[in-house]
Nanobody, 117 residues
C-alpha cells in the first residue's frame, strides 16, 4: 500500500506565496507521474500541474508563470511553489501519483489553501 501525505496549506494574503509538499511512503518501485489538482467549493476537481519522471511539466493556463511543480525522486516527494496567489486559487489541493509498472493512481488527503485579505 502507498500513502501520500500533504503539507504546506494555509491562509495567505493575495500576492503571497505558499509551498505545498507531498511525500509518498510504502511499497514504491517507481513513480511515473506526479501532479497537483485542486477543488474549489462548488466546482469540479481540476489539474493544476503535473510532472513526469523525465522532468517534463505542464500547467493549467490559470497558473502558468505563477506556480512551479518540482519533484525529488530520492524522497518520493512532489512540491508546488505557488507565487502571486489570487483569491481564485482558494481550494483544497490534492496530490496525485501514478506508482509502479501498472501506473496505479494514489491520492493525498488534501490540504486547504485560502487566499484572502
Amino acid at each position: 500500500q502507498v500513502q501520500l501525505v500533504e503539507s504546506g496549506g494555509g491562509l495567505v494574503q493575495p500576492g503571497g506565496s505558499l509551498r505545498l509538499s507531498c511525500a509518498a511512503s510504502g511499497s514504491i518501485s517507481s513513480i511515473s507521474r506526479m501532479a497537483w489538482c485542486r477543488q474549489a467549493p462548488g466546482k469540479q476537481r481540476e489539474l493544476v500541474a503535473a510532472i513526469i519522471s523525465g522532468g517534463i511539466t505542464n500547467y493549467a493556463d490559470s497558473v502558468k508563470g505563477r506556480f512551479t511543480i518540482s519533484r525529488d525522486n530520492a524522497k518520493n516527494t512532489v512540491y508546488l511553489q505557488m507565487n502571486s496567489l489570487k483569491p481564485e486559487d482558494t481550494a483544497v489541493y490534492y496530490c496525485n501519483m501514478f506508482v509502479g509498472v501498472l501506473f496505479r493512481p494514489y491520492w493525498g488527503q488534501g490540504t486547504r489553501v485560502t487566499v484572502s485579505s
